[in-house]
């Protein structure tokens, strides 16, 4: 792997490291909490392992916690959550409102699962529920444009998904990064400063095993056991991770 990404320059001329702010939209229930931890916890870990300098803090939006310095921040991360982009609680429209903001003034969001879903609707695109259901399991998208942050460079990603919302249309000004049959959308960019991404590059197969598991009755025990199947095979959880804190990193 590449060297990991910096900062940037500070006002003596040294490099820093990249803080960053994750925008948290939910967390696991108490039951699975105690595998991999909080979705925060579960960032945390995989950006570690790419650049354990990188500074991140945590923004509760379902309890109302927002930013009030943006300028502190080199960018932003999201996570999921049951929620859907088109429900009606007022920190999702705060939450959209947000993020036509950080569009105006060209600010750096990377948005996952969720934080994908808004980039697309806060923007003008359309999110519904995919006519097909549930995606679930480890899957597999196609690389259609590269950025000078995808490196290293590769052909297919695989990540881990668990979601029935996806985007379906883009946004004015967007463009599909990467996509598969069942999510033709896996991957947008809406200028320089806004990426989603609809696979969860902080998820790990101990915890949505045992996630899956809990959804037989409302997945179906048939899609269950494909899902669980795909786990088995590795992912690119790091190679993700590097390429968000190169593109914060710019």
């Known amino acids: 792997m590449p060297e990991s990404p910096r900062g940037g320059t500070g006002a003596s001329g040294e490099h820093r490291p990249l803080r960053l702010g994750l925008l948290r939209c939910d967390d696991p229930v108490p039951e699975l909490r105690s595998i991999c931890g909080t979705y925060s916890d579960m960032f945390a870990d995989v950006i570690a392992r790419v650049d354990p300098s990188v500074q991140m803090d945590t923004f509760s939006l379902p309890d109302d916690e927002w930013p009030d310095d943006l300028d502190a921040y080199d960018g932003w991360m999201t996570t999921g959550t049951r929620a859907s982009v088109y429900d009606d609680a007022p920190w999702i429209s705060r939450f959209a409102d ?80 990467a996509g598969a049959d069942r999510c033709p959308i896996a991957m947008l960019a809406v200028g320089e400063h806004l990426v989603g991404l609809q696979g969860h590059p902080e998820f790990q197969p101990e915890f949505v095993g045992p996630l899956y598991e809990s959804r037989t009755e409302l997945l179906g025990a048939d899609a269950v056991a494909e899902a669980q199947a795909s786990l088995a095979a590795p992912c690119n959880q790091e190679l993700v991770a590097g390429w968000m804190l190169r593109f914060f990193a710019g």
């Open 98 to 177: 947000f993020v036509r903001q950080l569009h105006a003034e060209g600010r750096k969001m990377f948005g996952v699962c969720f934080g994908h879903q808004m980039i697309a609707h806060a923007l003008g695109g359309t999110v519904q529920r995919a006519s097909h259901g549930w995606t679930v399991g480890a899957n597999v998208w196609k690389i259609h444009e590269r950025r000078p942050w995808m490196d290293p460079s590769t052909d297919e990603i695989r990540l881990i998904h668990s979601h029935q919302d996806q985007v379906l249309t883009l946004p004015p000004g967007g463009v599909v990064l």
